[in-house]
């Protein structure tokens, strides 16, 4: 880019402000890609198990939720749904809220509601297989 | 490196010499001849951008299904009265419409996640196939979706 300013994807005033990478962009890029090949496999399987399971009753469901494979294979499902949709969703925020005060609150409020929803769902998911 | 130098045709030909910016910047001392963003408002439908912004809507969609996947936990941890309860609200209209909404968002957006992943991975990128899967992912989207309702219907026994 040396020497061809007119040409150069950098404004002149994020040159000057020199206001580069934070060098965490290939991170969540790959999380979001990992995360959503994981999510192939386990969201259809959550998805096709909920449609066979339509019109079950209580016990019919409670007892699928409590095998030893719905429990490890939702568990998982439910870490990688989080992560994954909190990466996007930070992306939604960032691209659309410009108020640096509310960004921050939208910022902080996502990554706290993903984890916290994360685990009551996991925490649900051990009451019904060890206490139900 | 000047920006378009390995792209061919009039786009590239105005990214190079800067005629993108000629007509805003004419009255002004300086020409920039970065390229630009699509401008929304102007900028024609096409089934490359609906699909990409549909996988935006889709995924935020998701996301307020997922607050509803934990209620359902929940609820199924809280014991019979509080699941049946859910149970009595999927099955009225708003429910009903409700779980229909998430799995036509669900389906696509699975069906178009693994479109990027393979664009992503290096293929099919080139104009011709990225319509092909486009309108795949549409009508694969349709065909899950009738698939797994018909599917639950005829599970409860309606159908
Ligand atoms: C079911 C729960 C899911 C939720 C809540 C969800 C949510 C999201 C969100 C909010 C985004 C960001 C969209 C954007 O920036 O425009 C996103 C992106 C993405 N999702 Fe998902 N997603 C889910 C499942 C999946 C699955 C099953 C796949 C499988 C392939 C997938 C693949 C992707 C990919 C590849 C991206 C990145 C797209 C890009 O580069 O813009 N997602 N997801």
């Known amino acids: 880019m040396a020497g061809r300013d007119e040409n150069a994807l950098r404004s002149h005033l994020g040159r000057a402000r020199g206001l580069g990478s934070a060098h965490e962009g290939l991170h969540h890029w790959w999380a979001q890609r990992l995360t959503a090949l994981a999510l192939i496999p386990l969201s259809l399987w959550f998805v096709a198990s909920v449609v066979c399971m339509a ?12 095998q030893p494979f719905t429990v490890g294979a939702l568990s998982l499902t439910i870490l990688a749904v989080f992560y994954h949709a909190v990466l996007g969703l930070q992306v939604v925020i960032e691209d659309y809220i410009h108020g640096k005060a509310l960004k921050l609150v939208l910022l902080v409020g996502l990554q706290f509601a993903g984890f916290g929803l994360a685990a009551a769902a996991i925490v649900s998911l051990l009451v019904i297989a060890f206490a139900g | 490196m000047i920006a378009g130098e390995n792209l061919r045709g009039p786009a590239a030909q105005a990214i190079r010499t800067g005629n993108i910016m000629a007509e805003s910047q004419s ?10 963003s699509p401008h929304l408002q102007v900028y024609k439908p096409q089934l490359t951008s609906i699909t990409s912004i549909l996988h ?11 607050l509803y996947l934990v209620c359902w936990l929940v609820a199924a941890a809280q014991g019979m ?21 998430w799995s036509v968002a669900f389906f696509y957006h ?3 996640g693994i479109r ?6 290096g293929f099919g990128f ?7 899967s486009g309108y795949a992912v549409l009508i694969g989207t349709g065909l899950l979706t009738i698939a797994a309702w018909v599917y639950a219907y005829f599970q409860m026994g309606v159908l």
């Open chain 2, 126 to 132: 080139e104009l011709p196939a990225a319509y092909r």
């Open chain 1, 55 to 66: 019109g079950a009753d209580y016990a019919a469901v409670s007892q699928w939720l409590s």
């Open chain 2, 110 to 112: 699975l069906l178009n």
């Open chain 2, 116 to 121: 990027h992943l393979a664009w992503d991975a």
């Open chain 2, 81 to 101: 009265a509080a699941f049946d309860a859910l149970q009595d609200f999927n099955g009225s209209v708003i429910g009903r419409l409700l779980l229909f909404g």
């Open chain 2, 27 to 36: 009255s002004g001392a300086r020409r920039h001849s970065r390229p630009l």
């Open chain 2, 56 to 66: 935006r809507f889709s995924g935020i969609a998701l996301g307020l299904g997922l």
